[in-house]
């Protein structure tokens, strides 16, 4: 769950053109912090999930939203590869 959500956080904020820099100083937290975040190493406080929406200018619920390939079980293949190539 930690790692889906901190993938999240990342996707939103590159989606955003926001660097780890700049929201780590919007939400008052390192840049080392925010990149444990990221990776799912630290699970943050719903306060700073809080901020962290916010400052992406998203709903909270926003953070939590997986997409799901195909609606398809997980698989172990590679990112960016099509099942069958």
């Known amino acids: ?46 306060q700073l999930l809080e901020k962290i929406a916010r400052q992406l200018n998203v709903p909270g619920e926003e953070l939590f939203i997986i997409k799901e390939r195909n609606d398809a079980p997980e698989t172990t293949e590679l990112p960016g590869r099509a099942a069958g190539s």
Do not use: D, N, Y
Request: glycine share 6%; net charge positive.
């Open 1 to 46: 769950m930690s790692q889906r959500l901190g993938l999240r956080i990342k996707a939103l904020r590159r989606l955003k053109r926001v660097t780890q820099q700049e929201l780590a100083g919007m939400i008052e937290i390192s840049v080392t912090s925010l990149s444990h975040i990221e990776r799912g190493r630290k699970v943050p406080s719903p």
